[in-house]
């Protein structure tokens, strides 16, 4: 089709691209006239609608970037005054479905959690796991937590988190014991002649870094052969998940997390409905009609 070639040519030429975005561009123009057979003084917004819904089925990226290719196209020639009014033009894009958080079920988390305590390392490991569940704390916070942010005696943690905003966590009853017991009778011997105020350390005794708890995140994982991805943020995500399912306030685990906004955290209750939803179809005997 000539307009399409002059187009393809308006291209290369003014708009300098390279051959396979023009390529791109080709080929979804040749998959909307395979299914639109008018002119194309003719087409209205409402063959467009039509081919887009002939091509629901593909990822919302793709069918988006049909759609820009088809704007764009449309677009020059109103520029050339070939059309006068574009049917792209009260077209919009499909949203992307949000991706909901990773999070690991109440088992797994028992699982990664209960590894053995041999060594002044395995109870450091234990003791972060635990504090990591325990307050959905981010890793740069966990990394950076020292003696004058743990409140025993309140069995609380104090975070200074995103902007230094001042955040107060309740600390459980197994955190809090694991903790107490890497720091009376293990982070010594990690410490050895340094003097740093962070409560977690590595084997030089120095502050254990966020790559390097990443790394026994990762070690514990095969360690417990638990075949999900596991990062800090899921563990995050498992925190706040578990609270939301076992009927916690959404305003009390914004502040938990630390988030400024409240549609942030939102995210988990669409996750807790999923579970629900899913479970509901599984186990309800009317779920489903014959």
């Known amino acids: 089709m000539k307009y399409v070639e002059d187009y393809l040519l308006f291209l290369k030429t003014e708009k300098k691209l390279g051959d396979n975005t023009i390529n791109s561009y080709m080929l979804d123009l040749e998959d909307f006239f395979k299914a639109f057979n008018g002119s194309i003084e003719s087409c209205t917004k409402k063959d467009i609608l039509a081919y887009i819904s002939s091509i629901n089925g593909l990822e919302v990226s793709t069918v988006n970037r049909h759609i820009s290719s088809l704007k764009s196209f449309f677009n020059y020639l109103v520029d050339e005054s070939i059309i006068k009014v574009s049917p792209m033009e009260e077209v919009s894009s499909l949203k992307s479905p949000k991706k909901l958080p990773k999070y690991l079920s109440i088992s797994e988390v028992n699982k990664l959690l209960d590894i053995p305590l041999n060594s002044e390392f395995d ?168």
Do not use: C, W
Not at 136 to 141: A, D, P
Not at 177 to 200: E, G, H, I
């Open 123 to 290: 109870y450091r490991n234990k003791a972060m796991l635990e504090l990591m569940y325990a307050t959905g704390l981010r890793v740069s916070e966990l990394v950076s937590i020292e003696y004058s942010n743990i409140d025993f005696e309140n069995s609380i943690i104090r975070i200074n988190g995103k902007g230094k905003k001042e955040r107060i966590i309740p600390l459980g009853e197994v955190a809090s014991y694991y903790l107490k017991v890497y720091l009376s009778d293990y982070r010594s011997k990690l410490l050895k002649r340094n003097t740093y105020n962070q409560v977690f350390l590595n084997n030089h005794g120095k502050p254990i870094t966020r790559q390097g708890f990443n790394y026994i995140l990762e070690n514990i994982r095969e360690l417990t052969g638990i075949e999900k991805e596991i990062t800090p943020h899921v563990l995050r995500h498992s925190f706040a998940t578990h609270l939301l399912e076992g009927g916690a306030d959404i305003r009390s685990i914004q502040e938990m997390l630390g988030h400024e906004n409240i549609s942030t955290t939102n995210i988990y209750t669409e996750v807790v409905n999923d579970v629900l939803r899913s479970n509901y179809e599984m186990y309800h005997n009317r779920s489903h009609k014959e």
